[in-house]
């Protein structure tokens, strides 16, 4: 087999998946978003979707979750990774530990910070056993929109942090310690190793773990429906409501269209912007 021919059989399975479970799909939702049923084309779908009255809530609390989460998580995950990265013995525990939050389901993460938020849930039975509180409060109620998007953001860090964390803590496995060790012996502090040898090493586990993490965060849905319900519209959510609840299927491909084009939109600037100095010459 001729060696500049096996490059091309090797990556044919994943661009035979990405055609058959991507591009393909991409193609039929963008078609149901912008044609009629009769196969004319036509920006009636757009339009309903631009012009309904949810439209711009849900578009602003999504990006306000994204903008919030997922800053706190890349700060979080590059601490705890290099926390793991530097240990010694019970490394291997603690980063288990961390990542415990991995095997739990969106909706399932949803429940248990409920468990904690609800009128009945622990943290208004602490209150109550403090002495905080004479009666427990509405923390989730259609009134409290701010501590509805709190407890989406604590879910939404606890729960997903791990993803970003599995991702750096392998990056940095594969810096070579060499570089590290030449920076202390030219007395470089702690944080200046941090910021000069690490993080220019690590841009491609970390431009990996953000776009993974942004494109799931516009995603968010089942944690916000078990949480907020229709008190926190997000365009996910939206797309849930058009599609099933209202059966409009038209309407929910512009939703999902909406979500996908903004997704790229971020994936591409992530990619400019953390782009190692070899992809800058390109």
Known sequence: MPVRTLPYLL??????????????PFALVAWQAIATDEGALTTEHLGKMFGHWKFNTALS??????????????????????????????????????????????????????????????????????GAVEQPVAFLGYQSKGTIFLAVVLAEIWRATAIMLVILVAGMGLIPKEYDEAAQVFGASSWQRFRRVTLPLLKPSLQTALILRVILAFEVFAVVAALGGTNLPVLMGEVYNRQFELRDGNVAAAFALLILVISLAFTLSIMWALRTPKEARL
């Open 11 to 24: 990556l044919a399975p994943a661009t035979f998946f990405l055609l058959a479970f991507f591009l393909y």
């Open 61 to 130: 609390n999504t990006f306000w979750l994204v903008a919030v989460v997922v800053p706190i998580q890349v700060v979080l995950s590059l601490l705890m990774a290099s926390l793991v990265t530097s240990m010694g013995r019970g490394r291997d525990i603690v980063l288990y530990i961390w990542t415990i939050p991995l095997g739990i389901s969106d909706l399932a993460a949803g429940l248990i910070w409920l468990a904690i938020f609800e009128q009945t849930g622990f943290l208004n039975s602490m209150l109550v056993g403090l």
